[in-house]
């Protein structure tokens, strides 16, 4: 497996832009918070929107919390969160001059990272697996067997499926793998602080888990910020994390069929 400190590391800017640079570390931890902000916005805003649509009830809390188990309201949230990152991460990487793109390696890799990336994530996502039935664990969280049958009864499984297979993956990867990683991975944390601290970062996204559903996602995290990288390609991550979630929607789809 290769260094995660190569002597030699790809050069990620091009010579023709001698004015691009790259936040840093608190650079990118301050621009990090502004992006996530405008993520939980983008999706809290949805949910507003379906607890005033319902009449505007006195207890706003319990309100919030019967959306939120809404298949419907919660594909239209994530749905939502993706442009307000996109239009966040344009406004932090505009002010350093380096192409969108490049800066968050928006570029292709070879099919042997991606096969790699795939048998990886394969025994990962299996392990975990083989661990949650040994110890008598749930091998999906009872949040996601909800929020399905949830939206099939809203007739919008498909909104579900691209929410979590395509917009979700998009965004949480432009974001941990492509911007925080790229600005830690130059700063003094160096490539491995990079993997770990945003894929931490990334684990604390997941709020609607519990502590053995976070120790599975940080360990894809890890793995995500390798073959991160290992290709130089955050498009090949948000290919298989988009992967991961279809895999888990599949399953939770045959759990819920089953109960």
Known sequence: MDSLDPENPPVLISPEHPHQRV???????????????????????????????????????????????????ISLSVIAGLPAVAAALWLAIHWTRTPF??????????????????????VLVEGWDQLSRSTGHDVTPDFMI?????ARSDGALWLLVLAFCVAA??????????????????????VPG??????????????????FFFGEVFCIGLWFGYIRYRSNSTWLTIALHGLNNLGAVVQTMWLAGSS
């Open 23 to 73: 936040w840093k570390f608190w650079g990118t931890a301050l621009w990090g918070f502004v992006v996530f902000v405008a993520m939980f916005v983008g999706q809290i805003a949805v949910v507003v929107f379906f607890v005033l649509k319902g009449g505007g009830p006195v207890d706003l809390g319990e309100a919030v919390r019967v959306v939120a188990s809404s298949g419907l309201a």
């Open 101 to 122: 793109a490049d800066y968050l390696a928006l570029r292709w890799t070879s099919w042997r990272n991606v096969a790699l990336g795939v048998v990886g994530l394969v």
């Open 146 to 150: 909800d929020v399905l049958k949830s």
């Open 169 to 190: 993956p998009v965004s949480e990867e432009l974001f941990a793998r492509g911007f925080l990683y790229r600005g830690w991975s130059e700063s003094f944390l160096r």
């Open 194 to 211: 990079a993997i770990v601290l945003s894929s931490l970062v990334w684990t604390g996204l997941h709020l609607q888990y519990d502590w």
